[in-house]
């Protein structure tokens, strides 16, 4: 590369303009066919087209020194040059580099991704999600209420009523000093989901379909299929001819929904205080498909939820403060299922304490 | 409960099935056979029962045989109680019920002349030794055997008093003040004038329905004794019962109801079974009876049941009719029910007057007989269907606010955890937002769960402790829950979301080592959450030093709180060191609690779309040296302070701490950028902003950097 400086020009007829263009031109040309670099490229650029020191700002000396007459010869031979210039530029950058310089770029590209870990939901949070969705498709609002409940709403007004041996079934956890005030209001934590069946049918006429998510307390040991603490998903549905088929339609829709078309239910008769006739639901076995397997105890079956029509002494709680739960008038149907018991099931958890330990490596596992 | 087939069958000569298959069926019905094993030869099989609460009547024998002959429409045996002839009582032995409030009935019957000692087989439906050895049964001695009998044959509690040892005549009434008795586990007990006792004329004997007196026990001197068989209300002997702590069968049934007319023939089982060894009968039976129990029990009045009522609750059966008239009337009869048809029987719909077995307390409604008809016809036999679909979908006001703040800590990373609803009284007085307004349990399952938790702080430090403890380094987790303030009078219950991270941030690479986390990095996570909400103003503070608010348990210089529209709606910060220490954790704990109540009150941020400049942004880099009192928001603050709308951006891009600085000053690059909706900025407009710049930080104690 030379590094001759640009000439200054004395004669400006045609001739000599030709003659010093032609040079710069041929300087520019030859100059360019080594360019192979990047690095390369950007110094010729600064060389020949540099804001300061570019050679081409030089060559526009000319046309300061130009007398007018000849001004516009000049100009249109800069131009040319230019252009030309440019276009040396143009060509010397669409090569690219050359595939040595882009080897030497290479990367290992078997190193794992850069990631940015995500957090993983609740198993609980997830199955409750699912299975309110479920019945959320069937027409079911979500209802809440309070964890801390009273006797009345947990208990009475559920048909447990004052010292009923159905009580002892659910061992309560109460809040202290209670003993001192009426029955109804003493404090405990729900033992089930239900009270909010109640709080819901006092603050709304028939018809109503509610599903209630919520976490509930026992007074139990723990174990590894026992929680003191666990979550239950309650359902109700009143309306007028509401009917223990349809009870037992939507529940065999809601665990296909939920297991697969190819599962099947079997009812059984149980007892809850608050319903009647009341039920217990399997599930035909969703890991052996009802063939017998440990899961299922050989059994091909599995049990998955209590149900049952509306106990009318339920309604008649209810119609204390909404007279339109007339029990010879409307009727219903409420189930309830443990999630912790299918969240177990569907993820193949063995031990319930997991669910509450807090532990990363078992949540990771949900992500 | 363990029942024997074979002596199932002693009551069903027509039963039609195999064991297994009775087993089934029985189950079906709500009568759970929960395991059956095979006896061997002659011997039948046993069935592990599990009879819900309501079904006492079936937790024996003679129950369990009465539903089979309801399922398979069978014969069903009576029990054999023939007495031998005896002559009538010369003088009937004195009873008495005091409390009718609490004894319904009380019969008594008198053997004189017997021998205690091994009870032999007796006769046909009564082979004690064999059922006995099935049921692995201990054999004690004639008397006690008698009762356990009485007792698994038909579940009616008995008892055996040496008659000898009781005084005058029995007595059902309430314990005096003072009494006491020494009870058959040899425990010596304090009445209450609230019991009910068993007496003689001078003394309790024992608590009725609960559980005999040891004083007026069956001894192997025995020779004469009087048995007892009775009906007791059962919330009497509930209370009895749970004032002592006791459970006994006999408490269990009567707690539950018991059949009022099973207490005859369950006397004269025990009666048949004594005299075997010897001995005579004195008398009749004598029996006396409260009439008001006989009507509220083996007395009730009949109960209407329509058939238009059972179509209306039980609905469509599989084959796609409903419940026929025939099949009410064949469950019923089969369960002990006497059908009649009602004078209100119409054109409209069958109504039968049901009067109801005495066995059967629990059947006492019209719905209790519908729910009988379902369970016996079989539950499987009716159909599916799908009732019409209602109104539309309401979801809960927060849900929408609870799954964003949710979806923000999954996407930042943090897993979600569900932590003890209680904590210690200790640790609810060092977390409570509100001190004093802490709740405790009244039975705790231990003093670590003594109160019901105030914060999510203290369920999450236990969870990141127990992840440090089992080598798990890097913890990010966070957890939705309620906490709960208030008296014992009145918990008021609200939704908070607290989280906690410990180690690295969570990024995985290869490319560049992890970054810790800091107090930083969990503030860009409550800053995330806060911008979903719409509000004017938000801001972080420390916390005011007099105010007495700054927790104990954070580090008093990295902590803040988080103020929105005025209202402090959480805070963050580090674990103090000294609160760390004591949970044996060593590396430092970013943690903070937002109070979801206060920020569900705001509504969510709705997005709302801008025109994007198509003129280019400038950006201005200022590096300024400020002295280390000087916090970053006295700068934002000035910046804001300038108001130039042009001004579209500003950021702290970087700080850092240099020893040629001075150990007081500390290097802060500020990145300014610039853009117009509607032009290209100018370099003179450029330059302006530039200055105005200079002037704001240099007021706000800034040097430009040379």
């Keep these: 590369m030379t590094n001759d400086a640009i000439p200054t020009l004395s004669a400006f007829d045609d001739d000599s303009l030709d003659k010093a263009f032609a040079a710069v031109a041929n300087e520019a040309r030859d100059e360019a066919a080594q360019l192979t670099t990047p690095e390369a490229i950007e110094t010729y650029r600064l060389r020949w087209v540099g ?71 609740h198993p609980i949070t997830r199955t409750l999600n699912e299975i309110v969705s479920v019945f959320a498709a069937l027409g079911y609002s979500v209802g809440v209420g309070p964890e801390v409940e009273t006797d009345f709403y947990n208990f009475e007004s559920m048909n447990f009523p004052p010292g009923h041996p159905a009580r002892d079934t659910q061992d309560t956890l109460v809040i202290a000093n209670q003993e001192r005030r ?171 304490g997991q669910f509450f330990s807090g532990d990363m490596r078992f949540l990771g596992q949900f992500a | 409960m363990k029942i024997l087939t074979k002596w199932l069958r002693s009551y069903l000569p027509e039963l039609p099935v195999s064991d297994a298959q009775l087993a089934e069926d029985l189950t079906l019905r709500g009568i759970a056979v929960e ?61 008495k019920i005091e409390a009718e409030e609490a004894c319904g009935r009380f019969t008594a019957r008198v053997l004189r002349g017997i021998t205690i000692g091994d009870s032999k087989d007796w006769f046909p439906g009564a082979e004690i030794s064999t059922y006995f ?30 008659l000898d040892k009781v005084e005058g005549g029995i007595v059902v009434r309430r314990a005096r003040k003072g009494e006491k008795v020494k009870t058959l586990d040899g425990v010596e007990r304090a009445l209450d004038p609230e ?71 369950a006397s004269a089982l025990v009666a048949r079974i004594l005299l075997e060894n010897g001995g005579r009968l004195e008398g009749d039976l004598v029996d006396v009876r409260v009439p008001a129990w006989e009507g509220r029990t083996a007395n009730r009045k009949p109960v209407a049941l329509a058939l238009s009522e059972v179509h209306r609750i039980l609905g469509t059966t599989e ?77 809960l006001p927060s849900a929408e606010a609870e799954a964003v703040v949710r979806r923000t800590m999954l996407a930042s990373g943090f897993h979600e955890a569900i932590g003890s609803t209680f904590c210690s009284a200790t640790e609810a007085a060092l977390t409570a937002p509100q001190p004093g307004l802490v709740v405790p349990l009244g039975n705790p399952l231990s003093e670590e769960a003594g109160v019901l938790r105030p914060s999510l702080v203290p369920g999450m430090l236990a969870m990141v402790a127990v992840n440090l403890h089992r080598d798990v380094s890097d913890v990010r987790l966070f957890e939705l829950g309620t906490v709960f303030s208030g008296t014992t009078e009145k918990v008021e219950e609200r939704p908070a979301l607290a989280f906690a991270a410990v180690g690295a941030l ?152 240099d020893t040629k600085l001075g150990v007081h000053d500390y290097a802060l690059l500020l990145g300014v950028t610039f853009q117009a909706s509607d032009r290209t900025l100018r370099e003179e407009e450029l330059q302006a902003f530039q200055a105005q710049v200079v002037d704001a930080v240099a007021k706000a104690g800034a040097r430009l950097r040379s």
């Design chain 2, 506 to 657: 969570p990024d995985l690479s290869s490319m560049q080592p992890a970054r810790a986390v800091e107090f930083h990095a969990v503030k860009g996570v409550v800053e995330q959450i806060l911008a979903r909400f719409q509000m004017r103003t938000i801001y972080f503070d420390r916390f005011p030093p007099e105010s007495g608010l700054m927790p104990a348990w954070l580090h008093p210089y990295r902590a803040a709180r988080a103020i929105a529209e005025g209202i402090t709606v959480g805070w963050l910060g580090q674990l103090h060191p000294v609160e760390a220490a004591a949970r044996k954790i060593k590396e430092p704990v970013l943690l903070g609690e937002i109070y979801l109540d206060r920020l569900y009150k705001l509504p969510l941020r709705k997005p709302a779309a801008r025109e994007v400049s198509r003129f280019q942004p400038v950006r201005r880099d200022f590096s300024l040296v400020l002295d280390a009192r000087i916090p970053w928001e006295r700068i934002d603050q000035a910046l804001i302070g300038l108001q130039i709308p042009e001004m579209v951006e500003w950021r702290a891009r970087e700080v850092f701490r």
């Design chain 2, 319 to 395: 084959d796609k009719t409903a419940i026929a008239a025939a099949t009410v009337e064949n469950v019923l009869t089969g369960l002990g029910c006497i059908l009649t048809w009602s004078p209100s029987s119409s054109q409209a719909g069958k109504v039968w007057n049901t009067a109801l077995p005495s066995w059967r307390l629990d059947l006492d409604r019209e719905i209790d007989l519908i729910e009988e008809i379902a369970r016996v016809y079989g539950y499987n036999r009716f159909a599916n269907t799908l009732p019409a679909f209602g109104e539309g979908v309401e979801a």
């Design chain 1, 51 to 121: 804001r300061k020191q570019g050679r081409l700002n030089d060559v526009s000396a000319w046309l300061k020194a130009a007398p007018p007459q000849a001004k516009k010869a000049v100009g249109e031979r800069f131009k040319v040059l230019k252009e030309l210039v440019d276009g040396l530029l143009a060509a010397a950058e669409g090569a690219g580099p050359s595939d040595a310089a882009l080897a030497a770029e290479a990367i290992d590209i078997t190193l794992p991704g850069t990631r940015r870990l995500t957090g993983a939901e």
């Design chain 2, 133 to 162: 050895g099935l049921l692995e049964q201990k054999k004690i001695s004639n008397a006690v055997d008698a009762t356990n009998f009485a007792w698994l044959a038909m579940g009616q509690p008995t008892h055996v008093f040496d």
């Design chain 1, 182 to 352: 009426p029955l109804r209001d003493r404090l405990l934590l729900r033992t089930h989901t239900s009270p909010v069946q109640m709080r819901t049918m006092e603050s709304q006429p028939p018809p109503l379909r509610i599903v209630i998510p919520g976490k509930v307390h026992r007074n139990e040991a723990d174990d590894a299929t026992h929680s003191s603490t666990f979550h239950q998903v309650e359902g109700l549905c009143v309306d007028t001819n509401i009917t223990f088929s349809d009870l037992k339609g939507t529940l065999d829709h809601a665990m296909k929904a939920l297991f697969g078309s190819s599962v099947k239910t079997r009812f059984f008769p149980s007892f809850f205080p608050f319903t009647e006739p009341s039920a217990d639901v399997q599930i035909s076995c969703i890991f052996c498909g009802g063939k017998g397997c440990r899961k299922c105890k050989q059994s091909g079956w599995i049990e998955l939820l209590g149900c049952g029509m509306v106990d009318p002494s339920v309604f008649a709680f209810a119609a204390e403060k909404q007279p339109a739960y007339d029990p010879k008038k409307v009727s219903g149907f409420a189930f309830g299922m443990g999630i912790e018991r299918i969240a177990m099931m569907k993820y193949g958890v063995s031990d319930i």
């Design chain 2, 195 to 265: 019991d009910l006792v068993v007496a003689d004329h001078v003394k309790p004997l024992g608590l009725a329905g609960v559980i005999g007196g040891w004083d007026s026990m069956i001894t192997p001197d025995t020779k004469n004794v009087l048995i007892e068989a009775a009906w007791f209300e059962p919330m009497a002997v509930r209370r009895t019962a749970r004032r002592h702590g006791l459970h006994t069968d006999a408490s269990h049934r009567f707690e539950r109801g018991a059949d009022f007319n099973a207490p005859p023939v």
């Design chain 2, 35 to 95: 395991g059956i094993f095979d006896l061997g030869q002659g011997n039948g099989s046993l069935f592990e029962m599990d009879i819900t609460t309501n079904r006492v009547d079936a937790m024996n024998h003679y129950g369990i045989a009465r539903e089979a002959a309801a399922i398979y429409g069978v014969a069903l045996n009576a029990l054999d109680v023939t007495l031998p002839k005896h002559a009538p009582s010369v003088q009937e032995f004195p009873v």
